[in-house]
């Protein structure tokens, strides 16, 4: 079971409704899968930081954060807590 559910169906939103996305499980690796490369993830910053306010350090950018929806979640989470 994860750890936060909302947050990890918010994001499947935006990946699905942005970038249109489908990601069959929270755990999938979006960049394994081919489903993520560098400019879809820019993308999602930018759909992260307008719909839901959280904008990533760019100096501290860690990729594994964006691997999976899990790990999306979980970073969102940390953000939205550290303003």
């Given amino acids: ?10 994001i499947a939103d935006i990946l699905r409704k942005t970038l249109s996305i489908e990601v069959s499980s ?4 979006l960049f394994e899968e081919g489903l993520m ?4 993830l820019v993308q999602l ?5 307008q719909e839901m306010g959280i904008a990533p350090d760019l ?3 860690e990729l594994d ?6 790990k999306i979640a979980e970073f969102a989470v940390a953000r939205a807590k550290a303003v």
């Fill in 1 to 10: 079971m994860s750890e936060h559910p909302v947050m990890e169906q918010a």
């Fill in 26 to 29: 929270p755990d999938t690796d």
């Fill in 37 to 40: 490369d560098s400019l879809t």
């Fill in 45 to 49: 910053l930018l759909a992260l930081d």
């Fill in 59 to 61: 100096e501290n950018l």
């Fill in 65 to 70: 954060h964006f691997r999976t929806i899990a």
